[in-house]
């Protein structure tokens, strides 16, 4: 059974920053793909950002220079870095993984991962 975890989620001023740590567990291989979506209420699920096992990433253009993703070594975690936030990147942002290799473009839709956590809140404030 795989499990999925988000975390660092929470409410942040304009121009604030926070880090969400994301970790997979119950199943240990050595390929895999992780991205982050994030939902704000009324708007459908949108991509963010994702990390291959080897390395490659994808990130949307909305947030690209502002947010960062990184994986941690020799564990199917990763992060997400986000600064210089804004009120529109509130919403619950949600981590997914595949256990398989995936194309940049194929990162960025929900459909490529098998698995997803609950979500974690994020909330910037004017």
């Known amino acids: 059974q795989v499990q999925v975890a988000e975390s660092g989620g929470g409410l942040v001023q304009d121009g604030g920053s926070l880090r969400l740590s994301c970790a997979a567990s119950?199943?240990?291989?050595?390929?895999?793909?992780m991205g982050w979506f994030r939902q704000a209420r009324g708007k459908e699920r949108e991509f963010v950002a994702a990390?291959?096992?080897?390395?490659?990433?994808n990130i949307a253009d909305s947030v690209k220079g502002r947010f960062t993703i990184s994986r941690a070594n020799a564990k199917v975690t990763v992060y997400l870095q986000m600064n210089t936030l804004k009120p529109e990147d509130t919403g619950v942002y949600y981590c997914?993984?595949?256990?398989?290799?995936?194309?940049?473009?194929?990162?960025?839709?929900?459909?490529?991962?098998?698995?997803w956590g609950q979500g974690t809140q994020v909330t910037v404030s004017s």
């Open positions: 997914a993984v595949t256990y398989s290799s995936r194309s940049s473009y194929y990162m960025a839709q929900s459909r490529a991962y098998d698995y």
């Open positions: 990390i291959s096992s080897g390395g490659s990433t």
């Open positions: 119950g199943r240990t291989f050595s390929t895999y793909t």
